[in-house]
């Protein structure tokens, strides 16, 4: 079931370094992907069917094909890649774990990348409250440098007959906003202004970084290439599903005996991560769950065997999303939980535009009297009726994210909502309750 690919050698001790990795095939991608055309190594990731594992799931051959190449235009302006490390939702934790255990495999796919898109200049955007993983990945692009992978006329490569392939990486961190996830947000905090979305089209594509054109793709994206470029399109393709191929990182987290990252191809299911994890905690059940972070739509135990890619997930009424596998048995109260979730979306919203800045302080007032049992029944419908005058008519997809837990939470346990208002209280224990170390733990994580 598990095909550790990316993770293969993370239990070495020496994983991170320059060392581990080349003995491993280490750099070895980079040289041949050098001997290919730049269009040819596009065609290949677009064979491979590689989607951004940042949360959309846009082909990423297709990203790159988007960058205008020849010497008119936008097209003449300087290229760059944008590698999205910033990682703030919560319940997602697998950027960070892969950065920490194997940062040159990013390196050596952001140079595959910048190859493939005819581009010098890549930036690693990582958040900046992870300082251990800012300073890993600083001493990893250091030592790429030294190894020559990284500087000057890398492997003596000329692009399209001019010139050498000359590639400069630089580690920014983020000063710690979840909207500097969003990509154009992103683009915007690197200029140096307040990270808030930019309204699209233009698209990066053509007009991102500097009014550039800019690929800004995840981490989990970037670290895949350099496997494809070995194993090939094919082989990276006979794995997943139809239309979700490759191997993943699966973060489990919550309730479970065993939590942590587990690598499978796209479309295995919750119970398969499950049974590998030891299951949940002994004498407990369990009650819900996220595919793919907090911005997905809940799922409960009659979705366990749903396949986890990304046409499965939405079939069942969520979202793959980062593939963050929140579990929450059944001591949790799910008022509190979504309330939990809403707290940290109101906080994060970036006041840009109403509907989110308006809409999600408000859904926290409303959450909260419903949990502390002084709500009433008209409560949940003006909560319903918010979430959908947010739904879709936000700037960008934070808000669309902050009503997932609370739709979906409602249409699951509308019962237990309604328990709050004739209990006059919230009907669980609250010292057996675990749900608040449980939400610390997970958003703690992450943040
Ligand atoms: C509020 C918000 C936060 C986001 N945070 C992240 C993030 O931390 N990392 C990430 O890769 N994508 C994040 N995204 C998605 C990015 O906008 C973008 O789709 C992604 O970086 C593209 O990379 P990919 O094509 O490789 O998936 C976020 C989107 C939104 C709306």
Redesign the pocket.
């Known amino acids: 079931m598990l095909t550790p690919v990316m993770s293969r050698h993370w239990d070495d001790v020496d994983s991170f370094t320059l060392e581990g990795y080349t003995r491993h095939d280490g750099y070895t991608a980079l040289p041949s992907a050098l001997a290919m055309e730049p269009d040819t190594l596009i065609a290949l990731v677009k064979d491979a069917g590689l989607r951004?594992?940042?949360?959309?799931?846009?082909p990423?051959g297709m990203?790159w094909g988007f960058i205008p190449q020849g010497s008119e235009g936008q097209a003449a302006k300087p290229h760059y890649l944008v590698v999205?490390?910033?990682?703030?939702?919560p319940g997602?934790c697998k950027?960070t774990p892969l950065l920490l255990a194997n940062p040159h495999v990013l390196i050596e796919g952001i140079a595959i990348a910048c190859y493939a898109i005819r581009s010098s200049f890549a930036i690693i955007y990582v958040r900046g409250e992870i300082l251990h993983v800012v300073r890993r990945l600083q001493q990893a692009v250091l030592d790429a440098y030294a190894a020559g992978h990284l500087g000057k006329d890398i492997g003596g490569r000329a692009v399209d007959g001019v010139g050498g392939f000359d590639l400069d990486v630089v580690v920014h961190a983020g000063s710690g906003a979840?909207?500097c996830?969003?990509?154009t947000a992103?683009l915007d905090s690197l200029e140096g202004y307040r990270g808030q979305p930019r309204l699209r089209p233009p698209f990066p594509a053509t007009h991102g970084l500097y009014a550039s054109p800019t690929v800004?793709?995840?981490?989990e994206?970037?670290a895949s290439v350099p496997a494809i470029v070995l194993g090939g399109a094919e082989w990276f393709a006979g794995m997943g599903t139809e239309k979700s191929k490759g191997f993943t990182l699966y973060s489990l987290s919550g309730h479970v005996k065993n939590p942590g990252q587990y690598e499978a191809p796209l479309g295995i299911t919750l119970r398969q991560v499950l049974e590998l994890a030891g299951g949940m905690r002994e004498g407990h059940q369990l009650k819900f769950w996220t595919p793919g972070g907090s911005s997905t739509p809940l799922l409960t135990a009659e979705h366990l065997d749903v396949p986890l890619d990304y046409e499965g997930v939405a079939e069942a009424g969520s979202m793959l999303g980062t593939k963050a596998l929140q579990c929450f048995d059944d001591t949790t109260c799910v008022v509190r939980a979504v309330l939990r979730w809403t707290e940290f979306y109101a906080h994060e919203s970036c006041g840009k535009c109403t509907p989110c800045r308006e809409g999600t302080f408000w859904m926290v007032q409303i959450l909260e009297r419903l949990e502390a049992g002084t709500g009433t029944e008209q409560d949940i419908e003006t909560l319903l009726d918010t979430c959908d005058n947010i739904f879709g008519r936000a700037f960008?997809?934070?808000a669309d994210?902050a009503v997932s837990p609370i739709v979906s939470g409602v249409k699951y346990f509308r019962e237990e909502f309604v328990a709050h208002i004739t209990n006059r209280g919230c009907p669980f224990d609250p010292v057996a309750s675990t749900v608040f170390s449980a939400t610390t733990s997970v958003m703690g994580g992450t943040a």
Request: aromatic share 6%; proline share 0%; with cysteine.
């Open positions: 951004g594992r940042g949360g959309a799931g846009f990423t990203k999205n490390a910033d990682e703030s939702e997602t950027d979840y909207i996830g969003e990509e992103l800004v793709n995840n981490v994206s970037i960008c997809a934070l994210g």
